[in-house]
């Protein structure tokens, strides 16, 4: 069963004239509603998260710092990271949401799901907002998984154009948890490099694949391939997504050539990846896109290769 939490509450971190803006939720439940394969999924519920998740992550002075920022009124945490009074509100949300969704995931109600959240997560460090993003929901949700429910191992790859330095940083010493990103390099962060892979008992449980500009399907796919080929030897119990579109060869912000057929064959793949691995068990936490037509097309290609 494959289900999405794609709320309304998501538009109400509003940041005007923003790329990461309130369209992008209208544009994907737009999509879905126009695929017939897409008709019937179960619809998630948005859900405030504590504190206790969060500081599995974050450091608790930045918690605060994010909290007291947006409601004196501040309009931006860092130059690229704009917020209003219920930016901090909803990214709660983002991350209780999601996190509400894998405990189904765990409990075997659910299979598979996709968290069209705002604000989107991969580049926040444990201290810093960075790159439109608050806290790391990706991060937060492997270690729920784990310190929760006895997730052994957790698998995240990352296809956002944008390399998810947030979430390497998390997890950059810890064998337990392996981070794959595809992403154009050099570009923002500047993180990311081939030769980072980790360190001390985590040395080898982080795989970069940084292409120049112009990389398209054939170099995504073949990202994806390595990440399988790496899971024969580290044998995941869950498999999380950072998935950001940005990669598409209409998106603003970047200069990747991805189609929706690539995104459609990445999907296939990594289904069929949890599948072998991960008794089906995989979720998709939405990270970049800005063109919002391809956003919303590429996001159904990649749904109607997880619906049963």
Excluded at 284 to 294: R, S, T, V
Aim: with cysteine; charged share 25%; aromatic share 8%.
């Amino acid at each position: 069963m494959l289900a999405i939490l794609a709320d309304p509450i998501f538009k109400e971190h509003r940041n005007p004239g923003h790329p990461e803006s309130t369209k992008r939720i209208d544009a994907i439940n737009a999509a879905i509603a126009s695929s017939t394969q897409l008709k019937d999924l179960q619809r998630l519920a948005p859900v405030e998260a504590t504190m206790e998740p969060l500081l599995r992550i974050h450091d608790e002075d930045y918690i605060e710092s994010v909290r007291l920022r947006v409601e004196r009124g501040v309009s931006y945490l860092d130059p690229d990271t704009q917020v209003c009074r219920a930016s901090y509100r909803v990214a709660l949300n983002a991350v209780g949401g999601s996190l509400a969704a894998l405990d189904r995931i765990a409990a075997g109600e659910i299979e598979r799901a996709f968290f069209a959240v705002r604000p989107p997560g991969h580049h926040a460090e444990s201290d810093r907002a960075r790159g439109f993003c608050l806290f790391n929901n990706i991060a937060i949700a492997t270690r729920h998984l784990q310190e929760t429910h006895g997730v052994a191992k957790v698998a995240i790859f990352d296809f956002d154009v944008h390399h998810g330095n947030g979430t390497m940083h998390s997890f950059w010493n810890d064998p337990s948890v392996f981070y794959a990103s595809v992403h154009q390099y050099p570009h923002f962060p500047g993180t990311g490099a081939a030769d980072d892979v980790g360190a001390g008992k985590g040395r080898g449980a982080t795989l970069n694949v940084p292409y120049p500009h112009g990389a398209g399907d054939a170099e995504y796919v073949e990202a994806t391939e390595r990440f399988t080929d790496a899971m024969e030897t580290f044998r995941p119990d869950v498999i999380l997504v950072s998935a950001g579109f940005d990669a598409h060869y209409q998106d603003p912000l970047a200069g990747h050539s991805v189609t929706e057929d690539g995104y459609a064959r990445m999907g296939a793949m990594l289904r069929d990846l949890a599948g072998h691995h991960s008794k089906g068990r995989i979720a998709a936490f939405l990270e970049g896109g800005y063109n919002l037509d391809a956003l919303g097309r590429s996001i159904v290609a990649l749904l109607e290769e997880w619906v049963d």
